[in-house]
């Protein structure tokens, strides 16, 4: 009967995700259009936050109750997700336009995050005596408050200098229909609210699955609750990319890896310290590697085209297989 339950629950979850998605683009999209903004900007703005906010709520409850291990391995699968499987599901589908701004911008913003995080979160010394890099139990570094701190400073000024950005590149459009400013928030509203349930119901159905089975908290949280609180921002950079806002497409992947790094961890880590081990340490160390090759395909052309989509999608592959069997 349980089974059955987490079945229905994980199904409910897509259709909510889905029809959320749709709703959220359309009126982020019309909001866009009305204060003539490019959606690239809304994609790095609204639409990251909305999507992000399973992660924050997951990330920030986990770290309260002091499961360190789910607080930052949820951030870092999410992240990898994000990168490897968002972005190259929606290459292979389409050919992926990359907008300049997040090229020379926040493309190399996000690896500035990253690297912040391994810096203030890990210890390079305790790290490196560890002779066993899957092991769970050794600590690599904490997530003092003061840390955690200086990652929020650091995502309100890159919010900041993103509306600067943003008002400094109103557009002008040509003449369409365009929705109500009210029907636009409620349409936001609504998609954000189907957005958030369907991904809870997806990550509590599948934590429940997946704990049924044995698995860790480090594995859960980057297998099962950060593909779950992704979904989000798979379905919607889908769901945008196929109604053609590519802008918004990439700029929610980036735009929610750098809320990811810099808001969610610097609040759970100003909450509560989070005890990093060795083994999320070298999570961390991968989601460097892995952005990086994002950002070479990035920086490869004007597009990200449908092979380097498919080896994307094959990294990730390869990046689960060794979380499972490590």
């Known amino acids: 009967m349980e089974l059955i339950t987490n079945i229905l629950f994980l199904v409910i979850g897509f259709i909510l995700l889905i029809k959320g998605a749709d709703f959220f683009v359309d009126g982020s999209a019309s909001v866009a259009r009305y204060f003539k903004v490019p959606g690239v900007i809304i994609g790095l703005t609204i639409v990251a936050m909305g999507t992000s906010a399973p992660e924050l709520a997951v990330s920030v409850s986990a770290g309260l109750s002091g499961s360190n291990e789910i607080a930052v391995s949820n951030v870092v699968g999410s992240n990898i997700f994000n990168l490897l499987m968002v972005l190259g599901v929606c290459a292979v589908m389409k050919p992926l336009p990359v907008d300049p701004g997040i090229k020379k911008r926040d493309f190399p913003i996000s690896l500035v995050a990253t690297l912040l995080v391994i810096l203030l979160g890990g210890n390079l010394v305790l790290a490196g005596k560890c002779t066993d890099i899957h092991d769970s139990t050794a600590v690599a570094g904490t997530m003092f408050r003061w840390n955690g701190l200086i990652l929020v400073a650091a995502f309100v000024l890159y919010l900041l200098y993103t509306i600067h950005i943003a008002r400094k590149n109103r557009i002008e459009e040509e003449e369409t229909e365009q929705v109500s400013m009210g ?144």
């Open 183 to 326: 029907k636009s928030i409620l349409l936001i509203a609504v998609g954000l609210t189907g957005i958030i349930l369907g991904g809870q119901l997806v990550v509590n159905s599948a934590k429940t699955l997946a704990a049924i089975w044995g698995m860790s908290e480090t594995l859960i949280g980057l297998t099962i609750v950060a593909i779950g609180t992704s979904l989000p921002e798979l379905v919607t950079s889908i769901v945008a990319s196929s109604k053609g806002q590519n802008g918004m497409a990439i700029g929610n992947v980036v735009g929610s890896n750098i809320f990811n790094l810099l808001l969610i961890l610097g609040v759970s880590g100003s909450l509560h310290p989070i005890v990093i081990n060795v083994v999320s340490f070298v999570d961390l160390g991968m989601l460097l590697g892995v952005s990086m090759i994002a950002y070479a395909f990035v920086c490869s052309g004007r597009r990200i085209n449908r092979v380097e989509g498919a080896v994307m999608i094959l990294l990730y592959a390869a990046y689960t297989a060794y979380a499972i069997v490590r």
